[in-house]
């Protein structure tokens, strides 16, 4: 990578607007440092897969400025799309070609060598765990290896930018598993800047150096997990009494630690003031009160909090989907309400 040709992107007030409808993109600014891996996050319709779109020249700004690896998205496409690989929602794999088809065929549209096409594609099957299916027809694949013999298809001209939008959506854990390592691995050895659109949070903090949410075309927060989640803070303490009529004791003793937060039907919950280095002090006063406990749980601040609290959501569940993308599927981290 050179000064020349920066791997990163830089967005300023740009905003997407179709006709007869809502700005689907309300003027949001980004920077997504070289070797990054950016995790997006938002619900349904909230404009991820519009930004990725206008980001990847599939869809011009109504306003605003981007640049992809220095380049201008309007005035210079075809040099932003020569920089950039992009694993879509949907991937256009003919069901009739072998892996190894798609891979030649990818090759040859980029305009590689004969020589180094064979190479280049033995490399990247093997790289995403396809070597033994290359030669099935991608009609008899399972979603997981769609998804990632498409994204050995992003890949075939070593970009510097690689674009992923819901990469994971109705996955197995194993798969996506798979995916994770492949996209951390991309990053961290070969310095490929990740732009990672996702609903599934435990994705974004397992991956992600940075996060932005988006809600209704507009980032509501961004920064590292560990600093979004350090912003709301105070672990969250749960405690479900043996005996049911024990639940107001409970609640009385909890009161001396925290404000009262969301639990389970038999539980009660609050947001440790001190961290949760108090949880020691809160088990030794209920103990002091004689009161037997069923259960006792810590929940550390995740990105779900973080979410609700941008938000007033929970990212499951989230509305109508407006972006023609997949129903969520994936689990959240228990939520302190």
């Known amino acids: 990578m050179t000064a020349d040709h920066p791997a990163s992107i830089e967005a300023t007030g740009l905003v997407r607007e179709f006709k007869k409808g809502p700005r689907a993109v309300d003027g949001i600014d980004l920077h997504v440092a070289p070797g990054e891996i950016f995790g997006f996050l938002g619900p349904n319709g909230a404009g991820k897969s519009t930004t990725v779109h206008m980001l990847t020249t599939l869809l011009p700004p ?52 004969p020589d180094v096409r064979i190479a280049r594609t033995t490399e990247l099957l093997e790289r995403v765990g396809l070597e033994d299916a290359a030669d099935r027809k991608v009609g008899s694949y399972s979603g997981g290896m769609k998804r990632r013999l498409d994204l050995a298809l992003a890949l075939v001209h070593s970009p510097r930018i690689l674009f992923l ?56 927060a961004e920064g590292t997990p560990a600093a979004l989640k350090g912003e709301i803070g105070r672990p969250t303490v749960e405690i479900v009494p043996c005996a049911a009529t024990d639940r107001e004791a409970v609640a009385d003793v909890l009161g001396r630690f925290g404000e009262r937060a969301g639990a389970s039907p038999k539980g009660v919950a609050v947001r440790l003031a001190g961290g949760e280095g108090q949880l020691a002090d809160v088990v030794r006063a209920l103990d002091a009160e004689h009161i037997p406990l069923e259960h006792v749980q810590l929940h550390a601040p995740s990105l779900d909090d973080v979410f609700l609290a941008k938000t007033g959501r929970t990212l499951e569940g989230a509305g109508d989907d407006e972006e023609a993308v997949g129903q969520v599927t994936g689990e959240t981290e228990t939520v302190a309400a």
Not at 69 to 92: K, N, T
Not at 175 to 191: C, I, M
Not at 197 to 217: C, K, N, P, S, W
């Open 165 to 220: 939008d819901e990469p994971t959506t109705g996955l197995d854990i194993q798969s996506r598993t798979a995916l994770w390592d492949e996209v951390s691995r991309l990053a961290r050895e070969d310095g490929v800047t990740v732009f990672l659109t996702t609903q599934y949070l435990e994705e974004a903090d397992v991956l992600a150096d940075r996060v932005g949410i988006i809600d209704h075309g507009r980032i509501v």
């Open 62 to 113: 109504t306003a605003g400025t981007a640049l992809v690896a220095g380049y201008d998205v309007v005035r210079q496409g075809p040099d932003v799309r020569r920089a950039i690989g992009a694993a879509l929602q949907e991937a256009a794999l003919d069901p009739f070609l072998t892996g190894r088809e798609h891979m030649r065929l990818q090759t040859a549209l980029h305009g590689l060598p």
